[in-house]
């Protein structure tokens, strides 16, 4: 019926436009369409270039303006080099539940459960573009997210087939696509490269990777030519509001995206949305341009324009409660759906150049159903459009013969070490196009060194009491402290916004969140080098420590780890929150702690017994153990003691703070494993926590 063998695509669509089994409303007869290698777009339109809606409302709808005729057929143009599988989705008795709000219990409610789809079935098609509509709550993304398995909580039974196959969210996964609302991308990378980055995660790992790579690109290239996205391929896609890329070239980004994981069945979350008339109507010419190659496409959309309203080919209509209340074609000039409602007896006819959407939504409204006494989904459950749809969903419902049911081996597409190798690729163009981010931290380093190397000039030298070594201590630390704390504040915000690009992009399937993660944690590697190499050499000539390379390495290491684990701090501190605000307070919430237990303000020695475990498991305290060890530990010049004898610089240090010299493997070995806990902490939270609730 629409499938062959796997790997040999053939896509039939019905002949009839409305698609039933038996239609009697229209003998117009569409042609058959094969799944092949052409599909039909429109020329892109140049952003300077003056062009009026009608023509490309006219456009969108794949017709001329001297042609009355809306049809889903192919025209010779532009090749796609990459074949997919057309599927349809067929869904029956849909019920979806959440637990009963407090709110409502409070006010009387005993219910344990509220019900927010009530028995749904339907069918969506190849080639055929479904309008999900309904007033505000109705359901419409609820019903969206159900059938695509986005859901994180709540309730679903009923039955989801795939082309007669029941359906496996894990390899549903692969082969659909879902478009949301909010148009979320990686900001500093650009329109091409987002492409890339999606569509070698997708590509099937059989693929050699020199043949991946050259399909890959031409795949892209031609997705952006049918997206109308070449103007903008080089173009950095930005902050919505802020930078970058229009509401309406995102909307297009986000409708690319998907388009490059070559997926049959693609759910569209109000494309239109927060678009003027033009810009929507560019979109809508790219979502006709989608269904045109044979894909299976769903768009939720609240209350359109009659010219948008009738690009659609059905339409399935929810009442609030989520129940159906109409589901079936729309017909030309949307004159089946206007037939159906003026059927049912009260419903005032329409009136003239009255746009039929706005016109169906107010006279199915609640306020309509009370005054007129009826119940639109008990209605339509009478109708035989509602009978014709049991028997579409039935048929659709059973495989059709010579095909098997889709399988994949792996849950992704590309391996471990492929999805690592592909995020840190997409992370290193994004920290390398992040100057706000990058010359921040590393001036910020710059002037802390400058500073500190004035306040405390050549206090290396000044070494005569155990009150100048207390205040070097005091130096080496403070460094530290201000540059480490400001690493953990400035990658706070990087992380929140890239780990709202990773909800996305994870839930599409592309990668596994270790991957992602460790990627992350690897790109700051190198930034931080260079920050503490600045950082450094700057600081260690102008207090005057001694000049040996031994010496200088430890320096360079305690410090170069210490700026690590802040930083993997303050990502693990996002990733354990819900945004970046809390991450904030809940960071500085433990400042307070390293302060006080890192064993310069209170000596280990004077810590009480019952505190003294936190003094091990406070890192910053490592840190002043390693900085003070590695420059003095075997420093033998005596100093005075007030109240004691002289004594050795390191015998002081031993007894005054507990610092061994021998001890500073040990510490070394520390340091390094506070930076991999951090980093691990942050990967197993990022991987198990999702604050992105559905």
């Keep these: 019926m629409y499938l062959n063998a796997i790997g040999k695509p053939q896509a039939i669509l019905p002949e009839e436009t409305d698609g039933f089994p038996e239609n009697d409303y229209e003998q117009k007869k569409e042609p058959h369409i094969t799944q092949r290698t052409t599909v039909r777009t429109t020329e892109p339109t140049s952003p300077n270039s003056i062009i009026t809606l009608d023509k490309v409302l006219e456009q969108l709808r794949g017709r001329s303006p001297n042609t009355s005729d809306r049809s889903v057929g192919y025209a010779p143009g532009r090749g796609m080099v990459l074949p997919f599988e057309p599927l349809s989705m067929s869904f029956n008795e849909i019920n979806y539940y959440v637990d009963m709000p407090a709110e409502m219990k409070t006010q009387g409610v005993t219910a344990d459960k509220l019900q927010l789809l009530s028995g749904i079935s339907g069918a969506f098609r190849p080639g055929v573009l479904t309008a999900l509509m309904g007033v505000s709550g109705a359901g419409k993304t609820t019903l969206m997210d159900v059938l695509s398995g986005r859901k994180t909580g709540g309730y679903i039974e009923g039955e989801v087939y795939i082309s007669g196959y029941p359906k496996n ?4 996964a692969r082969m659909s696509g879902y478009c949301e609302q909010n148009d979320i991308h990686s900001p500093q990378i650009t329109v091409r490269e987002s492409l890339l980055f999606s569509a070698f995660l997708r590509l099937p790992k059989e693929v050699t990777d020199q043949e991946k790579k050259v399909r890959s690109c031409v795949f892209v290239d031609e997705v952006m030519e049918l997206i109308e996205l070449n103007g903008l391929k080089d173009a950095i896609v930005g902050l919505p509001g802020v930078n970058g890329l229009s509401t309406e070239q995102r909307k297009r980004l986000t409708i690319a995206v998907e388009l490059v994981a070559n997926p049959s069945i693609i759910f569209m979350d109000e494309p239109t949305s927060g678009l003027d008339a033009r810009a929507a109507a560019i979109v809508m010419r790219t979502v006709r341009n989608t269904v045109n190659t044979g894909r299976t496409v769903v768009c939720t959309i609240h209350q359109p324009s009659i010219d948008i309203f009738e690009a659609f080919d059905e339409l399935l209509l929810l009442k609030r409660g989520g129940q159906v209340i109409y589901s079936g074609p729309l017909g030309r000039n949307s004159h089946k759906v206007v037939e159906y409602f003026q059927e049912i007896p009260g419903v005032p006819k329409i009136k003239e150049k009255c746009n039929p959407a706005t016109w169906m939504l107010d006279v199915s409204s ?9 119940d639109f989904a008990e209605s339509y459950k009478s109708s035989t459009m509602h009978q014709r749809n049991k028997a579409l969903v039935k ?18 597409s590309q391996s471990s070490f492929g999805q690592f190798k592909f995020c840190l690729w997409k992370q290193w163009w994004t920290y390398w196009r992040s100057p706000d981010y990058n010359l921040v931290r590393m001036f910020f380093a710059f002037v802390t060194a400058l500073v500190l190397g004035v306040i405390f000039w050549r206090v290396g030298l000044k070494m005569r009491s155990s009150g100048d070594l207390l205040v070097i201590v005091g130096s080496m630390y ?13 990658v706070q915000p990087v992380v929140a916004v890239e780990r709202t690009v990773f909800y996305r992009e994870q839930a599409a399937g592309m990668y596994s969140a270790i991957p992602y993660a460790l990627a992350q944690v690897v790109v700051e590697i190198p930034y931080v080098f260079v ?27 305690v410090s170069f780890f210490t700026f690590l684990y802040f930083t993997y ?25 390293f302060n006080l237990f890192s064993g310069f303000f209170v000596a280990r020695s004077k810590i009480p017994k019952w505190w003294i475990w936190y003094y091990w498991l406070c890192p910053v305290a490592w840190t002043v153990y390693g900085l003070v060890v590695s420059q003095y530990g075997d420093v033998e010049d005596l100093i005075k003691v007030p109240g004691q004898p002289d004594q050795q610089v390191s015998s002081f240090i031993k007894s005054y703070f507990g610092y061994d010299n021998d001890f500073m493997g040990v510490v070394a070995v520390v340091l390094a494993g506070f930076t991999v806990f951090f980093a691990m902490i942050y990967a197993y939270c990022i991987k198990t926590f999702n604050f992105q609730q559905r």
């Design 169 to 172: 969210q894990a390899t549903f």
């Design 366 to 374: 609640a306020a309509a159903e009370v005054r007129l006494k009826i």
């Design 395 to 412: 048929e659709l419902s059973k495989p059709p013969p010579g095909t098997s049911d889709l399988y994949f081996p792996s849950q992704y």
């Design 478 to 490: 403070a460094a530290v402290m201000f540059v480490g704390c400001e690493n953990c504040i400035c």
């Design 531 to 557: 920050e503490t190499l600045v950082y450094t050499l700057i600081v260690y000539p102008m207090m005057s420590f001694e000049w040996t390379l031994v010496k200088f390495f430890w320096f360079f290491y």
């Design 569 to 593: 701090y303050g990502m693990m501190t996002v990733s354990v929150s819900p945004n970046g605000q809390v991450a904030s307070i809940f960071a500085a919430a433990f400042y307070s702690f």
